[in-house]
């Protein structure tokens, strides 16, 4: 069936370090592909989205691309601050999915050290 | 604001308890669902619905019930508290029509605790 694979957190930085999670998928046909991002004690948030191959989302500084010849769609930054710290979540969706369902990855906790 | 009002923030329930969590969205969404949050396992689907009079069983649905009588609420019923319960539990919606481009909008969560 249908997955996301997410990198296992923590992930622990240093400010100013450049930002690398990755995000795999697995599905048929053409999903759309999103990051959501978790801040402590709130709720989940988009952060940003791409719909189609080679299509790049970006928000906040972060950026991801949507590669269909990889299956990925990692998550960038190139100068992570302290209030970037919070958990991130890779999902999925399938338009043809008649349940209207995200598919969703594990979530990753990102740690920023000042 | 617009967006997905949940409420109570934090619960604190005796075992065998029943309570009914709250969601509300003022977004017109017809799709609404429940998931808990637990350490270490992500996001589990509980129920969901995609339309007023119609639900349906998530990943998680044992010991929950849910009703749509109308597109703005999506009440979650917790029958017997039990302390596998303990998670915190966010409410989400979407537009069907554009669910799958623009995903969804979350609530932000209630805490509960059953002791």
């Known amino acids: 069936g249908d997955s996301v694979t997410q990198m296992e957190g923590p992930v622990t930085l240093s400010e100013e370090a450049f930002l690398t999670i990755n995000c795999t998928y697995t599905a048929t046909g053409y999903p759309s592909l999103f990051w959501y991002v978790q801040y402590p004690g709130e709720g989940l948030q988009l952060l940003l989205k791409a719909t189609k191959a080679d299509d790049k989302g970006s928000n906040k500084g972060f950026e991801a691309t949507y590669r269909k010849e990889t299956t990925s769609f990692h998550l960038e930054k190139g100068s992570v601050q302290v209030s970037d710290s919070a958990v991130y979540f890779c999902a999925l969706s399938r338009s043809w999915d008649s349940n209207y369902q995200l598919i969703w990855g594990a979530g990753t906790k990102l740690i920023i050290k000042p | 604001n617009a967006g997905v009002t949940q409420t109570p923030k934090f619960q604190v329930l005796k075992t065998g308890q029943s309570m009914t969590l709250q969601c509300a969205q003022d977004m017109n969404h017809e799709y609404m669902s429940w998931y808990r949050q637990d350490p270490g396992m992500g996001l589990r689907l509980i129920h969901y619905s995609v339309g007023a009079g119609i639900t349906d069983q998530g990943e998680v649905p044992n010991g929950y019930n849910v009703s749509r009588s109308t597109t703005e609420d999506f009440p979650l019923r917790l029958l017997s508290a039990a302390p596998s319960q303990t998670s915190v539990y966010f409410c989400?919606?979407?537009?069907?029509?554009?669910?799958?481009?623009?995903?969804?909008?979350f609530g932000s969560g209630t805490r509960l605790t059953v002791v």
């Open positions: 989400a919606s979407s537009a069907i029509r554009t669910g799958g481009t623009y995903g969804y909008t």
